[in-house]
Every structure is written in C-alpha cells, then in structure tokens.
C-alpha cells in the first residue's frame, strides 16, 4: 500500500480491531468472571463489568480444600517444575545434538539429523500410546520424570540451534582450534556465549508449551499429588450435581495465566532478538 | 623460530580432486614467502595444510625439526591470521588476544605482559575493552594480527588477511605487515590473490597455478625473468604483452631478429615498449584507448594483424592522443622468448 487512501486505512483498522476483539473477548470475559460472586455468574446474566470480589475468589482458590482437586499451591508447583524440566532438558539435549551434527563428521551423521527432522511431523499426540505405554513400562507413571521426559526430546529446537550454528563462520572454529580450544572448550566458550538470545528466546517458547501441557499429563498422572494446574482447572468445572462456581475457576484461569504472561512481558526483547538477528 | 619444509606434498579431495601435486618448498627461518595464484590455485589449501585445519594425502611437513602431518593446528606452535579476521564477536579485544594464551595455560602476568605489548605495537590500546563489533575494518586487522603475535609462535600464516580492507587502509596496513614482519624475525607465509601486495611483501614469492607450483624466487627476479608464459601473464600490472611470432614476422617484416629454436611467443614489458623509433621490432597501430594513470599514461593499441590488443606505458602524460597512429619498437634486449606447447621460457 504505497498510496495514502483514507478509507483504506480505516478499512484495515476496522479489520484489525475485529480480529482484536475476537481474541481478546474471552480473555476479558474471564477477567470479568473472577472478580464476582458466586450468584453474579449463575444468574443466566454475565455481567461485562468488573465486580468487587476479585480478592475473596483469589482467597477462596487459594486455601479452599475440594474434592478431586489437588490444592491450587501444588498444582502451581507442578506445573512450574514440569514447565522448568522440560525447558532445560529439551535446550540441553538439542544445542548438544545440534553441536554434534554440525561440527562432527561421524558415519551416519545425516541418517541421524534426518530421524530428528521426521519427528517433527510426529508430535505427542500422534504417538501418545506407544509412548504410554513406553512410559507406563518404565514404571514413571505418577512421576515428575514420566511428565517431563517424553516431552523433552525435540526436533524443533535442535533443527533451530543447527540453523545458528550453520551461520557462524567456519573460521571462528578454525581459530579456536589454532588457539588451542579443543571441543568441549570451543563449545563452551565460543558456542555458547553466541547462542545466548537464541537460548532466551527459546526459554520463552519452551517455559509457555510445558506450562500449557494438559492432554499428557492427563494421562500419566491418577495421583492428585502429580496433578497440574491445566488439568486442575477443568477438574475444578467438573463437579458432580452442583453448578460449577466459575468465579473461583476463573480466578484460577488468571493466576494460571499470569506465568507465561510475566515471561512474556519480561523477556520479549531478549525473544525478538533471538529469532530475528544473529551476532556475527 | 622455525623453517618450514614441505617434502613430495599432495592433497586429494574425495571423488579424486587433486587439489595440490606433489609439491616441495622449502621456507628458511624469518623468511616471508608469498604464495601468490589466481583463485582455485590451491594457495590457501596449501597455507591450511601448513596450519593443520587440511589433512595431508602424501608426503610430510615439517615445522621446525618436527614433522606435524598429525598433529592439530595447536600442537603446531603456528598462528594464523583469516581473511574474515574470526574475531571471537562475543570477548573484548583483551579477551580475544588472551584466549590462545589461556588455552595454553600461560601464567596470568606473562599473559599481561605480551598483550599490552601486542597492544602497543598495533597501536589498539585504547581499544583494548571493546567488543569487535565496536571497531573499524582495520582495527579489527589489527586485532586478528595481535591475536597472532601474542602467542610468539614459531610461524604466522596469513589467508588473504587484506582482502576485506579498502584500498587506501590495504596500502597502510601492507607497510606495516612488512614492518612487523621485519622486527619480529618469525618465519611468515602469506597467500594472496593481488600481484602488487604479493611483490612487494615477499621475501620470495611462489607463483602457483593448478596446484602446481610454477615458479619460485624474488619478486624482481620474477619479474625480470619469468619462467613461464603463466607467470609472464601474472607478474605485473598491466601485464605483459604476449605476442605470437608467426603474426609478428608476417608485419614487421625486416626489423624481425632471429630468435632461439623453439621461441613461437615473445613478451614485453608494456612500460619496455619504446614510442617511435629505434634498435627492435618495429610497430606500428592506432591508439584505442589511452588511461592516465597519472605519473604513467597506458596506451592501448590496436596493430594491424595482431589478434590482441598491446599495452603501452608511457611515463607522464601520452604523446599521442587517440585514435591517433603511433609508431613504436620492441628493443631486443627486453624481449622474452616461450615456448608455446611447454609454456616455458626460451632463452
């Protein structure tokens, strides 16, 4: 659009602040739920504007006690240590895998860097009963390990991280090498230092998708012990012979939300610069 | 402080490439040798296979007394300088000069003492905190040679290390390379595609072509006597006019000399070539084009049953102008005669 057409640029607008509205509605409306009571809501009628009993539901999520549901304390916990293992156990393993398939010439190099490609098109839901099974003979059911490591292995983080280290120079490892940086000392201190944004920004990425698990850790945990807070909350709608009390749920919706959104908030210029520039 | 002997040395890529042929030379202790060729020449497969970032197919190198055809570029006690300078982006410039030392395990004050020394050679002190992103073209030249020169090695090598300067900064940075070079006393090799910075850095210079080396010696020795047509069309700028005898007997007519058995091309310096008359072949053509230099003016010269066009160097400005005709001679004392089938001088 080189001209300056002023219906134009009302048009896009228009379409745009739809598409906004569209999203961010839902969003608004659960706001709105957890700052009400617990009639407000039952009533057939939602209200659109904020209520006064914002404090007492965040109160009541806190400390009350329901059948089912794991305290709302723990599930935060578990869900910040899935999210946390997952993050550093996938960026591991891939700058390590991505390392070797660049740097190393070893027989059967492309086979393995095309098995780690394929998986790509093989996400957790497509495998999810074999790898159940896998996981259930392991004896890791009901375990921080059998909530974590299936989700760990990773083709696209490894397939990003080869893309960046394909982009620095060969010369920067010949001169480590006439510097006399073996592998591990090239790595360490050359590599490293040089994925630094990529690795932040990848953070950002891996923290939200391990908090926002909720079909596999469904399945391998029964024990409330391991339950998370996606799970949790629809736990919470769940409940027999009663209406559910989408105050509190929603109140719990926004704290469960607020993690990835602080990450976010935080650590966005570390995130843009991870995916859009390299330091060469 | 070492020589460098290369004995029967080869390099052949997989699917067969031969890259170097059986190749020897010999590079005494504080010599600055050259390696000069046109790209694909194996120049810089060569310079890598000195430093150990190549493996060797056939034949040993040794630095020193040590034959290194195993050992890695570390163990080699070589430094080398890259094209690209390979400044580590994310250390200091202290840093970057410090981390060949580190990896080595130099003492802390040792490592100090040879940094600020580097330091105060190239003149980067005040540059000694900042990131490499933070200098110019040239203070980064700078630092890759400090990277080199801290580590006191028993050889530098340099991979085109000029290339990515502009002209001006090039000229500057070549004057010093020597000068550094000079004082240092430390066994150099140097490749590069330039002719000029090749002639004017070289202790010896070695002029390779397919792999091969064609000719090794002075720059001027080169220049006054090539040794083959290759090198007589590389060495020199502008080049060497290269004239087939059987064209030049059928139009110079009398003035043609008798020339040595085998002689079917002669060369001529362009800046050799007498304007008007005189002792030699004698020539005439009409001017196509003249460039003024500005202490020298080249005349480019179309001649009646000459194929090519010649080159003239005329000092000054250009007595002719063009499209102008004008007579001149090729004096026999600086004709150079070759063979056209071995490509070898005649003399």
């Known amino acids: 659009m080189v001209e300056n057409r002023p219906w134009l640029t009302f048009l896009t607008h228009f379409v745009l602040i739809c598409g906004v509205v569209i999203v961010v509605f839902p969003v608004y409306i659960a706001l709105i739920a957890s700052t009400h009571g617990p009639t407000a809501l039952s009533s057939g009628m939602m209200p659109l504007l904020p209520g006064a009993e914002l404090w007492n539901n965040v109160v009541q999520v806190l400390t009350e006690e329901r059948r089912g549901v794991a305290p709302f304390w723990l599930m935060a916990w578990n869900s910040l240590w899935m999210a946390i293992i997952i993050t550093v156990g996938k960026i591991a393993i891939s700058i390590i895998s991505a390392y070797a398939i660049v740097y190393f010439r070893f027989p059967g190099r492309v086979l393995a860097f095309w098995l780690i490609f394929i998986t790509l098109m093989l996400p957790v839901e497509v495998r999810i009963i074999p790898t159940f099974a896998v996981v259930a003979n392991l004896g890791m059911l009901n375990s921080y390990l059998g909530l974590t490591i299936p989700l760990i292995a990773s083709a696209t983080a490894t397939f990003l991280f080869r893309q960046f280290f394909m982009t620095v120079p060969d010369e920067m490892m010949e001169a480590a090498r006439v510097d ?95 995916l859009v520039e390299t330091e060469k | ?70 050992k890695e570029p570390a163990e080699r006690d070589i430094a080398m300088v890259f094209q690209n300078y390979a400044l580590y982006p994310h250390m200091s410039v202290r840093q970057n000069l410090e981390y060949g030392l580190k990896n080595r395990g130099t003492p802390r004050d040792e490592i100090d003492r040879r940094v600020n020394e580097a330091a105060r050679i190239l003149e980067i002190t005040p540059f000694l905190d900042r990131k490499p992103r933070q200098l110019s073209g040239g203070q980064r030249q700078r630092v890759a040679m400090g990277r080199a020169i801290v580590r006191q090695p028993k050889a530098f090598l340099f991979d085109e290390p000029l290339s990515n300067l502009d002209a001006k900064l090039r000229g500057q940075m070549r004057i010093e390379i020597r000068r550094l070079q000079r004082s240092l006393k430390t066994t150099s090799v140097y490749v590069t595609h330039d002719q000029l910075e090749a002639m004017t850095l070289a202790d010896r210079l070695v002029v390779m072509n397919g792999g091969r080396i064609e000719q090794v010696g002075k720059p001027i020795e080169l220049y006054d006597k090539p040794a083959s047509l290759f090198v007589a069309g590389f060495i020199g700028s502008p080049p060497m006019n290269l004239l087939p005898i059987a064209a030049l007997q059928a139009i110079a007519g009398g003035t043609m000399p008798s020339l040595p058995a085998g002689t079917d091309i002669v060369g001529i310096r362009p800046d050799q070539v007498v304007v008007g008359s005189g002792e030699g072949i004698a020539l005439s053509g009409t001017v196509e084009l003249i460039e003024p230099v500005g202490g020298e003016s080249h005349l480019y010269v179309r001649v009646e049953g000459l194929d090519q066009t010649l080159i003239l160097v005329q000092q000054g400005r250009a007595s002719v102008g063009e499209a102008d005709k004008v007579d001149f001679v090729l004096p026999l004392a600086a004709l150079h005669g070759f063979n056209k089938e071995s490509g070898l001088r005649v003399d």
């Not at chain 1, 736990?235 to 719990?252: K, L, S």
């Open chain 1, 180 to 274: 006399g940086a073996g592998p591990i000392k090239f790595f360490r201190d050359i590599l490293l230092p040089l994925s630094r944004t990529n690795i932040a920004a990848l953070c950002v990425i891996l923290f939200i998708y391990g908090w926002m698990q909720y079909l596999w850790p469904l399945l391998v945990t029964t024990d409330p012990k391991y339950y998370t807070l996606m799970m949790g909350v629809k736990r919470m709608a769940a409940v027999a012979d009663a209406d559910p009390q989408w105050n509190t749920i929603m109140a719990a919706v926004v704290m469960a939300m607020l993690p990835p959104v602080l990450i976010v908030i935080f650590m966005q210029r570390l995130f843009v610069k991870g």
């Open chain 2, 1 to 70: 402080m070492a020589s460098i002997d290369l004995k029967g040395v080869r390099k052949v890529y997989q699917g067969n490439v031969t890259a170097i042929h059986a190749l020897d030379l010999s590079i005494a202790d504080g010599e600055l040798v050259v390696l000069v060729g046109p790209s694909g020449c194996g120049k810089s497969t060569l310079l890598r296979m000195i430093a150990g970032l190549e493996t060797i197919t056939d034949g040993t190198i040794s630095i020193g007394d040590d034959v290194v055809n195993k």
